[in-house]
């Protein structure tokens, strides 16, 4: 039934693409501090992160009003942005697409823009439906539903972040690359919370090693054993470790590190942040936890899959980095002596430098 669905939508979306294309406007949009705008990013937490840098710039720089609809997945990470006016949690399926030209014109939108690297499905029906003067985005095959595009860069050669602040040349701003950076602003009430909870596991502030053993998927699960050798030779320098992990991962959690050394479960994403946000490095096998760590220039250590895919890893912007990477389908073939040669001289590096 799942395929079915997914052929019928295929074929509507060509159609769309066929029948409904869009005048394109070759001139300059006129976007200035009296514009609305609707960002539209889907899916996941490390998505919506790579978008905040050009949204954060087109605010500072144009001064319009900024809407961002956004998923249930990832929606609290545009929440407290204060580059943002409004969050606006998309609802899935036909009604929640149907819903676009409503918030169009309650908010007066003039112009909507795609953040996502690629086609989205969804969003190319909200495009396609949507009854407003220009829709922006990367160039890609769903090209026809937008009035203006601007060339998407290699993803080979290109971060994620470089590919997204692209759209800056279509608000005619400019910007410094080595100032731009990944915005996310946890609740007071939740980085008090975990400022509070990090001193406590490290009254003596030592050097703060975190180690997030958990990711999107069990593939990305180095395995207890390679955990708890890594913890045995970190703990050989005057450092505090402390251990992340989900819900799903505990029991894991559990055998790699005594209780004192495990951060508190938490499902409130706020306060995980707000402690990574404390570290002075990390360790993780995670692609959305490193855009965390980034905000604060934490130095990140990554074990990395890159598997069947030749795009770039999706690394922290602007910060200190070094990983493992296998082109294997899970981390299970990277041993611990891998880790080890790598690891060793990025943490001396930083431990020296603290």
């Known amino acids: 039934m799942k395929k079915i669905e997914i052929l019928l939508r295929n074929i509507l979306l060509k159609l769309l693409l066929l029948f409904n294309p869009v005048k394109k406007d070759f001139t300059k949009p006129v976007i200035n501090s009296h514009s609305n705008l609707l960002f539209i ?11 905040t840098p050009l949204i954060y710039e087109i605010k500072k720089q144009i001064g319009c009003k900024v809407y961002v609809l956004a998923d249930k997945k990832n929606h609290f990470i545009f929440r407290n942005n204060p580059s943002i006016d409004e969050v606006i ?14 918030i169009i014109k309650e908010k007066n939108i003039n112009a909507l823009i795609d953040l996502h690297d690629d086609v989205s499905t969804t969003v190319s029906f909200i495009t396609a439906l949507a009854r407003v003067q220009y829709k922006f985005a990367l160039r890609k095959a769903s090209a026809s539903l937008y009035t203006n595009l601007v060339d998407r860069l290699d993803s080979q050669n290109n971060h994620v972040i470089d590919r997204v ?3 800056a040349s279509l608000f005619n701003i400019t910007f410094n690359r080595n100032e731009i950076a990944v915005k996310y602003f946890p609740s007071e009430k939740e980085s008090q919370i975990a400022k509070k909870q990090i001193e406590f596991m ?12 958990s990711a999107g998927s069990e593939a990305r699960f180095w395995g207890v054993e390679n955990y708890t050798n890594l913890l045995k030779f970190i703990s050989k320098y005057d450092v505090k470790i402390v251990i992340f992990s989900s819900k799903l991962d505990e029991h894991f959690a559990k055998q790699i590190a005594d209780e004192n050394d495990l951060y508190p479960l938490t499902e409130n994403f706020d306060n995980f942040a707000a402690a990574i946000m404390n570290l002075n490095f990390l360790i993780t096998p995670d692609t959305s936890v490193v855009h965390i760590a980034s905000i604060k220039n934490i130095p990140v250590f990554g074990l990395y899959v890159k598997y069947k895919t030749s795009d770039m890893i999706w690394s922290p912007y602007n910060t200190d980095f070094d990983c493992v990477l296998t082109e294997e389908s899970n981390l299970k073939n990277i041993t611990s002596d891998e880790v080890k040669i790598k690891l060793i001289p990025f943490l001396e590096k930083h431990i020296n430098a603290k």
């Open 41 to 51: 990013r889907l899916n996941r937490i490390g998505d919506a992160l790579v978008t």
């Open 89 to 102: 949690i998309f609802d899935k399926g036909i009604k929640g697409i149907l819903n676009i030209n409503k």
């Open 165 to 167: 602040m692209q759209m």
């Open 202 to 213: 490290n009254p003596a502030k030592k050097f703060l090693v975190g180690i997030n053993i």
